[in-house]
């Protein structure tokens, strides 16, 4: 087989299945995710929600030390599949504070669909929210904690959930009192194709 026709034919193959695969929904449509769309200015507090059926499934981020030692933030989203059907409730989760470490999942079985988060000029920190949406009463199962982001305090971040049957549920991080930054592990989860009793696994 001709090799130049192997690179046209490979391209198409992945795309046609990852539009058209057991989920039925086209992945690759990521809504909003570019350099130059941060949703925030540096010190500047922001809440960021994902269109109404949507999840987090990429951030990404920027640290500037010069600028209060304050990373600029990017999201994206995509539709959940037909199986979860629309979300049944939509809620913003409690503060976690600045300047702390905190581990945190989205209370009654939710998926991530936003952040919300201001700046503390006196910690140079963030507190965060998570904003969160519960499908009817599927369940999560099969969770994992992602690698750190950033790998190193001070880099910039690119955490994009290659795992399309894996939805963000929450993270933990951790904040380092000298380089004033934090690291992200976060929680992906799979969830039941049916509904279960449980209020919060």
Same mark, same amino acid.
């Given at each position: ?112 669909? *936003? ?9 140079? =920190? $963030?507190? %965060?929210? +998570?904003?969160? @949406? !519960? ?34 549920? *929450? ?9 004033? =930054? $934090?690291? %992200?592990? +976060?929680?992906? @989860? !799979? ?11």
């Amino acid at each position: 087989m001709d090799l130049s026709l192997l690179w046209v034919l490979v391209p198409l193959v992945t795309m046609a299945w990852g539009q058209y695969g057991d989920y039925g929904y086209p992945y690759q449509q990521y809504h909003d995710y570019s350099d130059d769309g941060w949703v925030n200015l540096n010190r500047q507090g922001f809440s960021y929600q994902c269109p109404q059926g949507q999840v987090i499934v990429a951030v990404r981020s920027i640290f500037s030390k010069k600028e209060g030692s304050d990373r600029q933030w990017n999201y994206a989203c995509m539709p959940t599949p037909q199986s979860l059907g629309e979300p049944t409730e939509c809620w913003w989760e409690e503060i976690n504070r600045a300047g702390m470490e905190w581990y945190q999942t989205c209370s009654n079985n939710g998926l991530v669909a *936003g952040f919300q988060s201001r700046y503390f000029e006196s910690v140079l =920190d $963030r507190e %965060w929210q +998570f904003y969160c @949406c !519960r499908y009817s009463k599927r369940c999560p199962y099969s969770c994992w904690l992602t690698t750190e982001y950033p790998g190193h305090y001070g880099e910039d971040m690119d955490m994009i959930s290659y795992n399309y049957d894996y939805y963000i549920r *929450g993270a933990t991080t951790t904040f380092s009192a000298v380089e004033r =930054d $934090r690291q %992200w592990k +976060f929680i992906m @989860c !799979r969830m039941t194709d049916y509904d279960c009793e449980f209020a919060n696994v």
